[in-house]
């Protein structure tokens, strides 16, 4: 009213009687008692007005001033009343209350006479007495005092010194008024146990980038009773209280649906005064809009409690989802992704980082197939859905193409399949033995986890390779041969093989193999005619002939009944020879074997006894390929060729067999059949002139097929010249 504007602060806030609280950090309260200091009470309607600067800087400068004004009613007023605020106290008492018999002046005032003492409140925060003397008319000329009672003393102050301390003093026509601050001196703080009415308020905050929660709590108690002393008394406690920050647990919980493929993730608890603002998938930021064509949909759940969840649904393809493989049936989807927040309106951020893994059973391993030819192991790897980051190893070696070439192995990846291929005589191959048969090799390739570099599925190829892939003889009289090591010999080192002349050692060696190049008369080499492969497998070609083959070197042959395919029958050979022409009948001759049908114990074969390299017959067993064993004849002839005197013929031989088909069943009658061996008929000199005297041969033989009973079937066929190789 008087147009003056008082600054409060604290301490004129709590003598005067006003509040000044913050409900929120944008939210100023602002509460004046009806008998405070600057109010105006006009029948029992109070009046406030006051005056809000604001400024955007602490010190206030270009502040803007705004005026409010507000008005309430004050009634109806109790003899008796108590407010308890949050940083101070008042006591009203009406006019009912107040004796106004007291002495006239200080020093004739009696302070111990209960009578006098106008409040006594056991139960308040503190005890207070008041005496009132003086007269309506001399208002001037009186003198108040205030006594604090407390158990160890009483202490009287003035008015004026109670207002030096603090102390809040005032009266109207018909009431009095005592304010106190709770932390003047003569305050004593008591516990005391009340119901009233909580209003509580929450709201988010953030610390050290941590998303918790304060609690707001308004407390408002009025308690009324009456007495026959004071008549009603009105008590009221009006109390702000603001919790601790406390950090906020967030729980995090995935629920997949299998069948849609997509992980169902929700996020919460928030306060409603939380909002998503961005995601952040590997690395790269987007808003809750952008996120969607990513494919991440984001939206929330509110409850009737006041809070409130997010859900986010990706699909287990979407980016940023990471997929890996367990074990056997498994791959592990996992969604690593942070989510931004805003506090509105404060506008404080924090994140929160949610990863969360799905097991789905529905890896596909990769599958491969292998084989072999004479030089190479061949491995196709068909991907599946697991391997897309796996490593192809070999013997600890990661099959790489820019180091295909330097290890002599191919690599190709087309994306659906990895194609390897790698030669026998390599450093990646692992020999398991050796025999005349062949070298069995293997091949072991590992995929491994292109991070962890953890094995994840392995596999082997083992193939026989032919024993001559290890040798060269070349024309110019150098022998190349490559010693491998076994699997077994882990701790042989190849680099100290040596030939039979220590003096000759490898040329090239690697971990597994070393090879010696040598000349054929050097290094301690000895000949020796050792011949194999007796298992008929591999006949020349059309196209392979004429066959060229040094002396005394081996030639396999195999004769053989085509039609009919009678296990009754049997075929035997009568007389082979050689000539140097396609006839049969050309001169010179030189024969190979004479009346050679029959397998008689006393003779089992009929060789030409004047060759010094006889003619040697080999077994015919069952096999795939040969069902009947009965229709086959094979012998093996050593290499040579017709002389003219002293001069070797370098004419072509041509090799003639006349054959025998005989019946299993036997027939007395049948002499052509039934022979026995004469070794003491000699043969001619194998020369260009003199032809070869047939010797004789006997055997227990069984007739002829009744179609074939007519007599001796004397047929000149066609023979297979089989493929040799040399031992070493």
């Given at each position: 009213q008087s147009g003056i504007v008082w600054e409060l602060d604290e301490a004129l806030a709590s003598q005067c009687g006003y509040t000044i609280t913050y409900s929120s950090r944008n939210s100023l309260v602002f509460r004046a008692s009806a008998l405070s200091c600057h109010s105006h009470l006009d029948k029992d309607v109070f009046t406030v007005t006051i005056q809000i600067n604001v400024a955007h800087t602490p010190d206030m400068k270009n502040a803007t001033a705004h005026q409010k004004s507000a008005s309430c009613s004050y009634g109806p007023q109790s003899p008796r009343e108590i407010v308890c605020e949050t940083s101070y106290m008042e006591v009203r008492i009406g006019?009912?209350?107040?004796?106004?018999?007291?002495?006239?002046?200080?020093?004739?005032?009696i302070l111990n006479e209960p009578q006098d003492w106008i409040l006594s409140f056991s139960e308040s925060l503190f005890k207070l007495l008041m005496n009132f003397s003086g007269q309506a008319k001399a208002m001037e000329a009186s003198v108040w005092q205030i006594v604090f009672h407390r158990p160890e003393e009483k202490r009287a102050l003035l008015v004026s010194d109670a207002w030096r301390a603090g102390f809040g003093f005032s009266t109207t026509e018909n009431r009095i008024l005592l304010r106190v601050p709770y932390n003047a001196a003569q305050v004593q703080l008591v516990k005391n146990h009340t119901e009233g009415v909580l209003i509580i308020k929450f709201q988010t905050f953030v610390s050290s980038g941590k998303h918790g929660t304060k609690y707001y709590i308004s407390l408002f108690l009025e308690h009324q009773w009456e007495d026959s002393k004071w008549g009603l008394t009105k008590y009221t406690v009006i109390k702000e209280i603001e919790t601790p920050f406390e950090h906020a647990g967030l729980a995090v919980t995935n629920n997949p649906n299998l069948s849609t493929r997509l992980m169902n993730v929700t996020v919460g608890m928030f306060l409603l005064d939380v909002e998503l603002v961005n995601l952040t998938i590997e690395g790269t930021t987007v808003t809750v809009s952008e996120a969607i064509q990513h494919g991440y949909l984001t939206y929330e759940i509110q409850y009737a409690n006041g809070s409130k969840v997010y859900v986010i649904q990706v699909p287990f393809d979407a980016p940023g989802i990471k997929k890996e493989y367990t074990s056997d049936d498994t791959r592990e989807?996992?969604?690593?992704?942070?989510?931004?927040?805003?506090?509105?309106?404060?506008?404080d951020t924090f994140a929160v980082p949610i990863v969360t893994v799905t097991a789905v059973k529905d890896a596909v391993l990769p599958s491969a197939r292998g084989f072999c030819d004479e030089n190479y192991f061949y491995l196709i790897i068909t991907h599946g859905n697991v391997d897309q980051n796996w490593l192809p190893f070999i013997s600890d070696q990661h099959l790489m193409p820019e180091a295909a070439q330097k290890y002599y192995y191919s690599l190709s990846d087309n994306g659906t399949h990895l194609a390897i291929s790698v030669p026998f005589l390599s450093s990646l191959v692992d020999y398991k033995d050796i025999h005349i048969s062949g070298v069995i090799a293997s091949l072991h390739l590992i995929l491994k986890d292109g991070i962890t570099l953890a094995n994840r599925k392995d596999f082997s190829i083992s193939c026989r390779f032919r024993p001559s892939e290890l040798i060269q003889c070349l024309p110019n009289g150098t022998v190349v041969i490559t010693a491998i090591k076994l699997v077994r010999l882990a701790d042989l080192d190849t680099s100290l093989l040596v030939l039979r002349d220590r003096r000759c050692k490898?040329?090239?060696?690697?971990?597994?193999?070393?090879?010696?190049?040598?000349?054929?008369?050097?290094?301690?080499?000895?000949?020796?005619?050792?011949?194999?492969?007796?298992?008929?497998?591999?006949?020349?070609?059309?196209?392979?002939?004429?066959?060229?083959?040094?002396?005394?070197?081996?030639?396999?042959?195999?004769?053989?009944?085509?039609?009919?395919?009678?296990?009754?029958?049997?075929?035997?050979?009568?007389?082979?020879?050689?000539?140097?022409?396609?006839?049969?009948?050309?001169?010179?001759?030189?024969?190979?074997?004479?009346?050679?049908?029959?397998?008689?114990?006393?003779?089992?074969?009929?060789?030409?006894?004047?060759?010094?390299?006889?003619?040697?017959?080999?077994?015919?067993?069952?096999?795939?390929?040969?069902?009947?064993?009965?229709?086959?004849?094979?012998?093996?002839?050593?290499?040579?060729?017709?002389?003219?005197?002293?001069?070797?013929?370098?004419?072509?031989?041509?090799f003639h067999c006349s054959?025998?088909?005989?019946?299993?069943?036997?027939?007395?009658?049948?002499?052509?059949?039934?022979?026995?061996?004469?070794?003491?008929?000699?043969?001619?000199?194998?020369?260009?002139?003199?032809?070869?005297?047939?010797?004789?041969?006997?055997?227990?033989?069984?007739?002829?097929?009744?179609?074939?009973?007519?007599?001796r079937l004397l047929l000149v066929c066609l023979y297979r010249i089989l493929k040799a190789e040399m031992s070493h």
């Open positions: 006019s009912v209350s107040v004796r106004r018999d007291v002495p006239q002046n200080e020093k004739d005032f989807y996992t969604l690593n992704v942070t989510l931004k927040f805003i506090i509105v309106p404060t506008s490898p040329s090239l060696v690697t971990k597994k193999t070393a090879t010696f190049k040598f000349n054929v008369n050097t290094c301690g080499t000895s000949r020796k005619c050792s011949l194999l492969e007796k298992s008929y497998s591999e006949p020349y070609q059309e196209l392979e002939y004429p066959v060229v083959k040094y002396l005394r070197e081996a030639l396999y042959f195999e004769v053989e009944l085509l039609h009919p395919a009678d296990p009754r029958l049997e075929l035997n050979l009568e007389n082979c020879w050689a000539t140097n022409s396609r006839s049969q009948d050309s001169l010179p001759q030189w024969p190979i074997l004479i009346n050679g049908y029959g397998d008689h114990p006393s003779c089992e074969w009929c060789e030409n006894n004047e060759d010094s390299y006889r003619t040697v017959f080999h077994k015919v067993n069952y096999s795939l390929r040969v069902k009947f064993p009965q229709h086959l004849k094979r012998f093996e002839v050593t290499m040579f060729t017709f002389v003219q005197g002293t001069t070797l013929s370098q004419m072509q031989l041509y054959i025998v088909v005989c019946s299993t069943t036997p027939l007395s009658s049948d002499m052509t059949c039934q022979r026995r061996c004469n070794p003491q008929k000699q043969l001619g000199k194998k020369n260009g002139i003199t032809q070869a005297v047939p010797g004789a041969c006997s055997a227990a033989h069984n007739a002829l097929l009744g179609v074939l009973s007519i007599g």
